[in-house]
Each structure stands twice: as structure tokens, then as C-alpha cells.
């Protein structure tokens, strides 16, 4: 008797055949996933190495704050020029500059906000220190560089006293004629791949 040719897959080949398909793809799926979550944790960890950049550059310009002596002063007027202008979103100092082509050693520097092409940026502006100027230099005349891009919030406190006899005290602004602060804190953050990272640093200041 001559018997009937069979097309087709019996039952048992489809299950082995699907089980199969199912295991190649979850493997091919699961490097794929192992993949992207190592690129992004790449580029989120170069995102935070760009802030915390930025957060060293501010914190070392704070740090070389500088009490002008008083002969560097111009006479005139009732009320002596602040030594150090800070509040809750910028800063303005006397540093000390490293660069031997400065004249004096000294230059004022600004750490502040900006609005860029972009949107807001951290920026810092600078110029040689001028006696006849003090801390009051337009920022016009002054050179800017940007430090950090995609900028989400700039937050700045001071501890220390303001005044020669008060109790030493974190506050969201310095103007002093007497001294520097103490600390100066710094709070940066950047939006980056659709949320903000942020950065703080606590900046000891050198008393003079």
C-alpha cells in the first residue's frame, strides 16, 4: 500500500521552532538594552563631569578672594567700598591672579548667570583690578567666558559676620567692607537629557 507524503510541521517542531525564535530575540534584546543602558550611563557621567568642571572653576576663583589693603583704596566718600559683593545668584571679587602679565596680581571676577543663544549659561567676566574701580567695573569692559551651558539654577550662601561684633551666620547675600566670609556654598545644575543634575560645593576661604 502506497503511503500519503505529509507537508508541514508536526506540533512538537512548532513549539521547538518558537522556543527557539523566543530565545534568540530575548538574547539579541537583552545586549541591546545591556547597550544603551551603558551608553547612557556614559553620557550621563560625562554630563557630570561637565558640571562638576564648572563647579571647580567657580570654587576656585572664590577661593582666591583677596582683602584689598586699605592704601589701594582711593580717598573720599563717607562710606568705604565693599571688599567682597555676593548675593543669592552672583558673586564679585578681588582674586589673586596666578599670571605674572596681571597687573598687580590682582583682578576683579564675576560669577553670575547669562543668558546665552542657548538659553542661560554660567559665565564669569574678568579684568585687571583698578584701584579707581574696585568691584565696580561694567561688565562691558570686562572679558567673559563661559563655563557651563544649559544652566538650571544658580543658588549661593555665605557664612560668616559681615560686621566686625556680629555672630558669624549663613545668609543669600555679602557686602563687607571688613572681611571675607568664611564658606561660601554653591549649588549648580544643568539641564541634561531631559533632567536637571546638580553639583554643591562648600568653599573655604583663606582669611587674611
Known sequence: MKRIGRDGFTLLELLLAISLVSLITATIMGGVHLGRRSWESGRASE?????????????????????????????????????????????????LSEGGAQWGGLIVAEIAVDTGPDGDELAVWTKVY???EGLAPARETMRKTVILQGLAGLEISYFGAEQKGQAPAWSGGWRSTDGLPALVS???????????????STVAIRQQ
Open 186 to 200: 554653591l549649588k549648580i545644575s544643568a539641564k541634561r537629557f531631559g533632567r536637571v543634575i546638580e553639583v554643591a
Open 47 to 95: 554630563a557630570l563631569d561637565e558640571i562638576e568642571s564648572a563647579v571647580r572653576a567657580a570654587s576656585w576663583i572664590i577661593g582666591k578672594s583677596f582683602v584689598v589693603n586699605p592704601d589701594q583704596v582711593p580717598p573720599g566718600g563717607s562710606d568705604p567700598p565693599p571688599i567682597f559683593l555676593g548675593s543669592a545668584n552672583k558673586c564679585r571679587v578681588v582674586m
Open 130 to 132: 583698578r584701584p579707581h
